[in-house]
């Protein structure tokens, strides 16, 4: 989980429980194009554009609809957060209460699963339409610790007249997300919220520090399913010949014989018993086990490599590659810095050093270690993808990225500096920052060279690569 960070505007030298005017002056200007007297957060003034983009009313906000009480009970048994609630109230229950807050716990898609705290705080949130089942998402009512985590996948606190929608300036919030440890995966968002008056100075350090608490705990229970997986894969494992692996749902290893022991193995996305490939192993037979899978090898030999990769970056919380080649297609969920390393990559590629990658994603050309630790993670999951000296897609390659409609909704938790620089170029060549007509879809992108041809550096072209880009 991240932790809070600095970086934003003026505002951040302002106590903002003793400037509520200030703050509705800032937002006030912002939102009429004018020039405010101080500027707003850089967090609270990008969520605050994306907002006014995406046609939230500033008075009122939206209403996406109250889902169904078993719709809200399916959620919950669905979620890990239920594995972790015993964590989080006994963390911030008591506290809230006192300080006349609530405690909230919404999905990744900002709908609201769980309640609990002060009941006069609770009444007054249920006349906002803050209770269970309604979505809090950023598209919905603006910017709001919740909705605003849920896309900068960082702790926040949104007080007063930060908030996008009038009618939640009398609110301060405070807002962690909350990740799976198996897998990266963005599970939800735990939030404290109650009346502005109320706001704590200590709030987004508590929900923060409980949040990784409850990350803490999926953690030790994940090890512990690990652990019975070992326990049961061990014996069949000794009566295999040859090199086979036991691994959990999400691919971590338990036991292995004849071979090294790798951390993790990418699985596809649907798997299946049977013989599939492997980006990491090459052909492999899959059999079902309590809580996970045996993988077989199926033999030296390996299928061609990979021919084609699409790079899907065009939804704010979810990005995925997916790898097509003579043995079939195989698709993988990527965790923010894996978007992002990949994304790079495309956009340069006749490829990057470690040094030049480093500057890409931190600003800092000296964080090379940082950068060759992801980089071999990375050819791990996608052998046969990526190429090094320099780091990039390999010869014979079609990449395809398929980018978000609006410009500003590229990666828009990043901050690297590679990333940024996109968003902005690509607004100036839209020269507009809103969708185009047509609808707001995804658009592919299409950069093809001729093989053969020497790249310029820092073209968009590449060695026997296709580099598409189209809508």
């Not at 036991?246 to 004849?258: H, K, L, S, Y």
Request: glycine fraction near 10%; aromatic fraction near 4%; charged fraction near 25%.
């Amino acid at each position: 989980m991240s932790h809070p960070s600095g970086g934003f505007g003026r505002l951040d030298a302002v106590d903002v429980r003793v400037s509520p005017h200030l703050l509705a002056s800032v937002r006030e200007a912002a939102l009429a194009g004018r020039v405010p007297p101080e500027p707003p957060r850089t967090v609270i003034g990008e969520s605050w554009r994306r907002s006014l983009d995406l046609g939230v009313d500033p008075d009122t906000g939206g209403h996406d609809g109250l889902i169904s009480t078993e719709e809200i009970e399916h959620r919950r048994q669905s979620s890990a957060l239920g594995e972790v609630l015993p964590v989080l109230r006994d963390g911030l229950v008591r506290i809230a209460d006192a300080a006349w807050h609530i405690m909230v716990i919404s999905d990744a898609e900002g709908r609201l699963l769980w309640r609990d705290g002060s009941v006069p705080v609770r009444r007054s949130a249920d006349r906002l339409g803050f209770a269970e089942g309604a979505s809090w998402a950023e598209h919905v009512v603006g910017t709001n610790a919740i909705g605003t985590a849920l896309i900068t996948r960082a702790p926040l606190q949104v007080h007063s007249a930060e908030h996008f929608v009038r009618t939640h300036h009398g609110w301060t919030c405070a807002a962690a997300p909350l990740h799976d440890p198996r897998d990266g995966r963005l599970l939800g968002v735990v939030d404290i919220s109650g009346p502005a008056a109320h706001v704590h100075p200590a709030a987004l350090l508590l929900v923060s520090a409980v949040g990784r608490v409850a990350e803490g705990e999926l953690r030790t229970r994940h090890r512990a399913a690990v652990d019975r997986l070992r326990s049961i894969a061990a014996p069949l494992l000794s009566r295999v010949g040859g090199q086979a692996l036991a691994v959990d749902r999400n691919g971590w290893t338990a036991a292995v014989t004849g071979m090294a022991p790798p951390d993790r193995v990418a699985l596809p996305a649907s798997v299946r018993a049977g013989q599939t490939w492997l980006p990491s192993l090459g052909m492999c037979w899959l059999e079902p086990l309590p809580g996970g899978w045996l993988i077989r090898m199926a033999g030296p030999e390996r299928p061609p490599g990979a021919s084609r990769v699409v790079l899907d970056v065009s939804r704010p919380r979810s990005w995925a590659v997916t790898v097509s080649g003579a043995a079939g297609s195989w698709g993988q969920q990527l965790s923010p810095r894996h978007a992002e390393l990949l994304f790079v990559l495309a956009v340069h590629p006749a490829g990057r050093t470690a040094a030049e990658l480093a500057d890409d994603l931190f600003g800092d050309p000296s964080r090379t270690v940082t950068v060759r630790a992801e980089v071999s993670r990375l050819r791990r999951n996608l052998a046969g993808v990526l190429a090094h000296r320099p780091y990039r897609f390999a010869d014979g390659v079609d990449v395809e990225v398929v980018r978000p409609r609006r410009p500003r909704d590229l990666l828009p938790h990043s901050v690297a500096p590679a990333v940024l620089a996109q968003r902005g170029d690509a607004a100036r060549d839209a020269g507009t920052d809103a969708p185009p007509r047509g609808g707001g879809g995804p658009v592919r992108e299409d950069r093809a060279r001729t093989p053969g041809r020497r790249p310029r550096p820092g073209s968009a072209q590449g060695g026997g690569r296709r580099f598409r880009d189209t809508p």
